[in-house]
Nanobody, 122 residues
Framework: VQLQASGGGLVQAGGSLRLSCAAS????????VGWFRQAPGKERDYVAG????????SYADSVKGRFTISRDNAENTAYLQMNSLKPEDTAVYYC????????????????WGHGTLVTVSS
């Protein structure tokens, strides 16, 4: 499956952005989707995940209560709604797909899209 993340940009602290992850090539609903982010000089960290059905989600502690992951299988797209953004949320955000359960293990994800840059100014 091919993935394309979009929706990044520059936003002030406290603002919101919605990222999209558009999929093509295979049956999108066969895959769980995860969002990861990588800040300059740091490792790529798990942000959130959603099951193939959309009924199960998980979040990193750092974004719980502020970010919401969702998906629309009919549109072959997953989303990451980011509210109350903080400067420490600044990073390149990536979406990824895997079969099976959701989780934060980066190596378990089979397919990756190019990232989209989110910059949060203070």
């Amino acid at each position: 499956v091919q993935l394309q993340a979009s929706g990044g940009g520059l936003v002030q602290a406290g603002g919101s952005l919605r990222l999209s992850c558009a999929a093509s090539g295979r049956t999108f609903s066969d895959y769980a989707v995860g969002w990861f982010r990588q800040a300059p000089g740091k490792e790529r960290d798990y942000v959130a995940g959603i099951t193939w059905s959309g009924l199960g989600t998980s979040y990193a502690d750092s974004v719980k209560g502020r970010f919401t992951i969702s998906r629309d299988n009919a549109e072959n797209t997953a989303y990451l709604q980011m509210n109350s953004l903080k400067p420490e949320d600044t990073a390149v955000y990536y979406c990824a797909a895997k079969r099976g359960v959701i989780g934060g293990l980066r190596s378990a994800y089979e397919y990756w899209g190019h990232g989209t840059l989110v910059t949060v100014s203070s």
